[in-house]
């Protein structure tokens, strides 16, 4: 029985920082394409950050490059996304996802596992 698991979200300040994480079990996050997506109101699902299980090759959507930062703990088996910088337009649901059958996307439709969701808003 796979399970992903986030925290992390909450109320920040704009220019503020937080950390997201995501406990996996029943699927071994080193050997799958992880991915990190939001959705904003009204808006659909959007990849914004995702890790290659072939080469650990990372992808960043232009939006949060050099702000935010994808990477996993093999031993504990957690994803992470460190978010710096952030902005209102940072707002949304965050997703975690994982899967043992691809090698790396940035498209919800790709991805078999997910987390519940976190949500985080940035305001002042």
């Known amino acids: 029985q796979w399970q992903l698991v986030e925290s992390g979200g909450g109320l920040v300040q704009p220019g503020g920082s937080l950390r997201l994480s995501c406990a996996a079990s029943?699927?071994?996050?080193?050997?799958?394409?992880v991915g990190w997506f939001r959705q904003a109101p009204g808006k659909e699902r959007e990849g914004i950050s995702a890790i290659s299980s072939y080469d650990r090759s990372t992808y960043y959507a232009d939006s949060v490059k050099g702000r935010f930062t994808i990477s996993r703990d093999v031993a504990k088996n957690t994803m992470y996304l460190q978010m710096n910088n952030l902005k209102p337009e940072d707002t949304g649901v965050y997703y975690c996802a994982a899967d043992d059958s691809i090698i790396s996307s940035h498209y919800a439709d790709d991805y078999a596992y997910w987390g519940q969701g976190t949500q985080v808003t940035v305001s002042s």
């Open positions: 029943g699927i071994i996050l080193d050997s799958a394409a």
